[in-house]
């Protein structure tokens, strides 16, 4: 399995407050992604990176905003939190955009009241 | 949305039958198309992939089949098991991205 790691599994939080979910990958590769699943709907990207501090936005983007200070770590933040953002967020890693294959760490489900 | 259009949306079959997921992209210049399995509480795992130039590709009991003139690709289980029943995706690359079908819940009755 790929060495990625999701921060925490588990969260319930209320409307308004901020939440940081975290990924930490082992395998250095240069992309890292954030995606959202909702029933219905698959995956849904919502921000990448290509670098430490190279970040792009994604499909579902809008309320998320993330961070790359580190090669091995990507950061999503929700600034204020909905309930429409409650869902499954999983981060992914590639070694390229759209020709390799992406690994999925295991997910953290969130909840938001 | 999606650009991948992924049928049947669930799948029932019995032990030993063949099972087959359908997808259908949009961007005539993808060239990479990767199928996950996705079991409860875990993330999607790759499990078979195949690139624009080759127009099926085996491993074991799972196949890929692409149409690059029609733009869709299929996935074949054959002599399934209890333990395929899991979600599958299928992907295409769209631009700077990879779109993701809405997945199939594949049931294998013992």
């Known amino acids: 399995d790929a060495g990625i790691t999701q921060s925490p599994r588990h969260k319930v939080t209320e409307t308004g407050t901020p939440v940081t979910l975290r990924c930490h990958q082992t395998e250095n590769h240069r992309y890292m992604y954030w995606y959202r699943q909702d029933p219905g709907h698959g995956l849904r990207l919502i921000h990448y990176?290509?670098?430490?501090?190279?970040?792009d936005k994604g499909e579902v983007s809008d309320g998320y905003s993330v961070s790359r200070s580190k090669t091995e770590d990507f950061l999503l933040t929700l600034e204020s939190a909905t309930s429409s953002q409650t869902s499954v967020y999983f981060c992914?890693?590639?070694?390229?955009?759209?020709?390799?294959?992406?690994?999925f760490g295991d997910g953290t489900r969130l909840s938001i009241l | 949305g999606e650009n991948v259009e992924q049928h049947p949306s669930t799948l029932s079959v019995q032990e030993g039958d063949s099972a087959v997921i359908k997808c259908t992209y949009s961007d005539s210049a993808s060239n990479y198309f990767p199928w996950y399995k996705q079991e409860l509480g875990k993330g999607p795992q790759l499990i078979i992939d195949?690139?624009?130039?080759?127009g099926e590709k085996k491993d074991q009991r799972i196949a890929v089949t692409l149409n690059k003139t029609a733009k869709h690709f299929s996935l074949h289980i054959t002599e399934t098991q209890p333990e395929d029943s899991a979600v599958y995706f299928c992907?295409?690359?769209?631009?700077?991205?990879?779109?993701f079908g809405a997945g199939t819940r594949l049931t294998v009755k013992p």
């Open positions: 195949i690139r624009s130039n080759v």
């Open positions: 992914a890693i590639s070694e390229g955009v759209t020709n390799q294959p992406q690994h």
């Open positions: 992907a295409a690359p769209r631009g700077n991205d990879m779109r």
């Open positions: 990176s290509y670098g430490v501090k190279d970040t």
